[in-house]
């Protein structure tokens, strides 16, 4: 079975071990990196039924890394430069790569991934979706409540190679409405894309 664009529930909690470098994590004992760190990580880090599975770890060399973000850009607004999480997946025909970082009082996950912007805005799970633009260029903001029970906005930009995405997550529920949230999210983004690609 094949799906163009995939449908992914994320898990809470990410373990991996793997030999290859990714996205600043700091390399274990034998060069063995590993990686545990329980965050709301979005659309990019689940095994997809019936569309051919997932490869965690697997490098993806055409796709930009969202790790790769200037540390002087990231602190310029308010985000910690050191990677927490960071990896790569394959789902049907498209790869994902993802880097989370974190703010004060909240996370900031950025994904690249070769799906196309029409189809990461189309995405059938979103709600609240809304045309905006980021850094000059089309945009699309919306929440995914199906996959996130933590308050979370998504924006989302052409590339390209596909789509760049830009998700803050709250990390204490019920501090921030949710306008807030996307406020955040849209600031980032705003920032943020012109390195992003």
Known sequence: MRCRFARVVPPVTVCYTHHMGCGGNRPGPGGVQRVVRTVGVG????????????????????LWDPC???AEVLLSVGVDPEPQNATTQQQGDYHWRFCTFELEQSLLT??????PFDDVAADVRATERQAISVAGEPAVQFLIPEISPIPSCFVS?????????FRVTERNVGTFPISEI???ARLLADALADNAN
């Not at 997932?54 to 060399?61: D, Q, T």
């Not at 950025?110 to 799906?115: D, E, I, L, P, Y």
């Open 157 to 165: 930009t052409g590339r390209n190679f596909g789509t760049v995405q």
């Open 68 to 70: 790769s973000l200037p």
């Open 182 to 184: 996307c406020d955040k």
């Open 43 to 62: 659309l990019a880090c689940a095994l997809v039924a019936g569309c051919g599975g997932g490869v965690v770890g697997a490098p993806v060399a055409e």
């Open 110 to 115: 950025v994904f690249s991934t070769t799906t």
